[in-house]
């Protein structure tokens, strides 16, 4: 078994680098398969590898070779990692109450750490405006003519998907359910949207049967502010114990004009009511893209968000292919690497402030630590063990059952 050791800055360009990586497989992982798909474990320091394309790409400089479940990742023939094909925790195989569907097959995520339960349709806050977010996919989709969510109610599909979560979490599972749907058109904003809610928690919350357990999860609605900031304390009631308001871009200006169709004043007045209600830190977040703007006044936004409560997360930007931002290409590793490191520097600054200082939060959820999602989480974990505050490898990233290997 290959020894723990601290995660380097090398290891977390290697993981900023995969989406871009060529994948061959030899020979098929004989893991059995989960709905998030197959993902990578690197020996030694455990940073988890996602979003693996699964094809050859012989142009690639970086080369991931998959021979069953061990997999060498090399860069212009030099091998620089290994690590093994992850196995599914035991629950993807449990039956649900039909006694022949797998909890795996309906399990509603792309990545075991965090699973979504559906509000309703598929559109976004600007709907069918034609003005959403440059950069992102719904700007063409709007014009294709959206489906309309339905006028009451989740989709039936619902009642499965959190059945099998509930299940997950009765055996292990822990992360962050996201409350998603789609941000709805104005008519679906107030009563149709807290009451469709509750429905989902009051259905959860039966399924699950376990207040202990429902305390441990982070549940999160991820939607636009609400007409009645209010409505917070009635979530909040019903069990939900975060907020998630993205604005995408944080430099005002840059605002205005990637995304024409949202106010950014009432986008954050949202997230500060959030983290008065729901505590500061988990209790409020706000993912953005990170390369979609210049480094200064992001970094400045970034502090400003921070130091009001406001858990921000940087995802690296990639322009949707037929989005009027599509040409655009992400700025160098270099970029990235700097940009991480200031953000990080700005959370060690702020991170007490929060209702669990950051360096010490174990709680399952967006701010756990030692999580491995995106490239900033492996860099935030890098300064937190070279402080002394984590150990080498990581803690399990599904839940309380640990993860067995082939």
Same mark, same amino acid.
């Given at each position: 078994?290959?020894? *723990?050791?601290?995660?380097?800055? #090398?290891?977390?360009?290697? *993981? ?9 497989? *030899? *020979? ?62 035991? $629950? ?45 996919? /719904? ?19 619902? #009642? ?32 149709? /949207? ?37 409505? /917070? +304390? ?7 114990s975060s907020i998630e308001i993205d604005t995408e871009v944080l430099d005002p200006d840059w605002f205005k004009a ?8 009432? $986008? ?19 993912? /953005? ?13 970034? #502090? ?15 322009? +949707? ?13 270099? $970029? ?27 709680? $399952? ?20 063990? #070279? ?20």
């Open positions: 078994m290959t020894e *723990k050791r601290n995660i380097t800055e #090398e290891d977390v360009l290697l *993981k900023i680098r995969i989406p871009d990586a060529g994948v061959e497989v *030899k *020979k098929p992982p004989t893991t059995a398969a989960v709905p998030w798909g197959p993902r990578l474990i690197l020996d030694g320091t455990d940073i988890v590898l996602r979003r693996l394309t699964m094809l050859p790409n012989p142009q690639a400089p970086l080369q991931i070779v998959i021979d069953g479940n061990d997999a060498t990742i090399s860069d212009m023939g030099k091998v620089v990692a290994t690590g093994k094909m992850e196995e599914p925790p035991t $629950w993807c195989d449990m039956l649900m109450s039909d006694g022949t569907t797998r909890v795996g097959d309906v399990f509603p995520s792309n990545m075991p750490t965090e699973c979504y339960l559906l509000l309703g349709g598929g559109g976004c806050f600007a709907y069918d405006t034609g003005r959403t977010c440059r950069y992102c996919g /719904f700007y063409v989709e709007a014009a294709r003519g959206m489906p309309s969510p339905p006028p009451t109610g989740a989709r039936p599909s619902q #009642e499965r998907a959190i059945e099998a979560v509930a299940l997950a979490a009765k055996n292990g599972w822990r992360g962050c359910i996201q409350i998603v749907g789609g941000l709805l058109p104005p008519k679906l904003r107030g009563e149709w /949207f807290t009451d469709t809610v509750e429905m989902i928690m009051t259905q959860f919350r039966e399924f699950l049967g376990d207040d202990d357990i429902l305390a441990e999860l982070q549940i999160a609605v991820d939607n636009a502010p609400p007409n009645d900031l209010g409505e /917070f +304390h009635k979530w909040k009631g019903f069990g939900i990637i995304c024409p169709a949202k106010s950014k004043r009432l $986008w954050d007045e949202g997230q500060e009511a959030a983290a008065e209600v729901f505590g500061r830190g988990r209790g409020s977040s706000n993912l /953005f893209v990170l390369g979609l703007e210049p480094m200064a006044g992001m970094l400045e936004g970034v #502090e400003e968000r921070v130091s009001k409560g406001v858990y921000v997360m940087p995802s690296p930007f990639t322009a +949707h292919p037929y989005a009027p931002m599509a040409g655009m290409g992400a700025p160098s590793l270099e $970029w990235f690497r700097e940009a991480y490191e200031k953000i990080i520097d700005i959370y060690l600054k702020y991170g007490d402030t929060f209702d669990i200082p950051l360096t010490d939060d174990d709680r $399952w959820g967006y701010t756990r630590r030692g999580r491995s999602l995106y490239a900033w989480d492996d860099d935030m974990t890098r300064r937190l063990q #070279e402080m002394g505050k984590l150990p080498p490898g990581l803690p399990s990233q599904y839940g309380i059952e640990p993860v067995s290997w082939v």
